[in-house]
């Protein structure tokens, strides 16, 4: 079965820090593309990042570039988001979610349940 | 950047009802298109892919039509758990979400 978990969202103050996880599981995780979507309280859902079988290629909504880090660890079965110089407007639930198997052809179809990112002073 | 347009934003259907949405791109994303089902509190689910296929589990009366530009996602007779939030998305290129479409009940 496949799962996707994710962790490290919580409550951060502007200008911070935050890096989350997601523990795959059930699948040969080097092989497929990974995603980042998030979620703002109430509202629809934006594509953050995405990231290659073996990490060699990587994009970003213009929204977080230069600003947020895609990566994973294909040892560890692991997916990150490294979060820098947070924003009020990055709070919102994050997920992980799997993409293409080695190609960027199929749209994400396992999605984890989400970590809440909360940026507030 | 293609722009993806869902309507309407909300419909209001009777359980047994057909419900039709829609979805349009800004410019010709192929058949690259996805349909997404999302109830409070949970993740999307995958309906649809390659504009008209079923994902794995997903009942048949879930059907999806189109490609270029113009798509359509249909419930042939909604059942109480239908009513959710459905997302088109395109994955010719990236970013992908259109606002969405909340189904509820009339």
């Known amino acids: 079965e496949v799962q996707l978990v994710e962790s490290g969202g919580g409550l951060v103050q502007p200008g911070g820090s935050l890096r989350l996880s997601c523990a795959a599981s059930?699948?040969?995780?080097?092989?497929?593309?990974m995603h980042w979507v998030r979620q703002a309280p109430g509202k629809g859902l934006v594509w953050v990042s995405r990231?290659?079988?073996?990490?060699?290629?990587?994009s970003y909504a213009d929204s977080v570039k230069g600003r947020f880090t895609i990566s994973r660890d294909n040892a560890k079965n692991t997916l990150y988001l490294q979060m820098n110089s947070l924003r009020a407007e990055d709070t919102a639930v994050y997920y992980c979610?799997?993409?293409?198997?080695?190609?960027?052809?199929?749209?994400?179809?396992?999605w984890g349940q989400g970590t809440l990112v909360t940026v507030s002073s | 950047e293609i722009v993806m347009t869902q309507s309407p934003a909300t419909l209001s259907v009777s359980p047994g009802e057909r419900a039709t949405l829609s979805c349009r791109a800004s410019?010709?994303?192929?058949?690259?298109l996805a349909w997404y089902q999302q109830k409070p509190g949970q993740a999307p689910r995958l309906l649809i892919y390659?504009?008209?296929t079923r994902a794995t589990g997903i009942p048949a009366r879930f059907s999806g039509s189109g490609s270029g530009t113009e798509f359509t996602l249909t419930i042939s007779s909604l059942q109480s758990e239908d009513f959710a939030v459905y997302y088109c998305?395109?994955?010719?290129?990236?970013?992908?979400f259109g606002q969405g479409t909340k189904v509820e009940i009339k």
């Open positions: 979610a799997r993409g293409g198997y080695y190609y960027d052809s199929s749209p994400p179809d396992y």
């Open positions: 059930g699948f040969t995780f080097s092989s497929y593309w």
């Open positions: 990231i290659n079988s073996d990490g060699s290629s990587t």
């Open positions: 410019q010709s994303v192929s058949s690259n």
């Open positions: 390659g504009a008209s």
């Open positions: 998305q395109q994955y010719n290129n990236w970013p992908p």
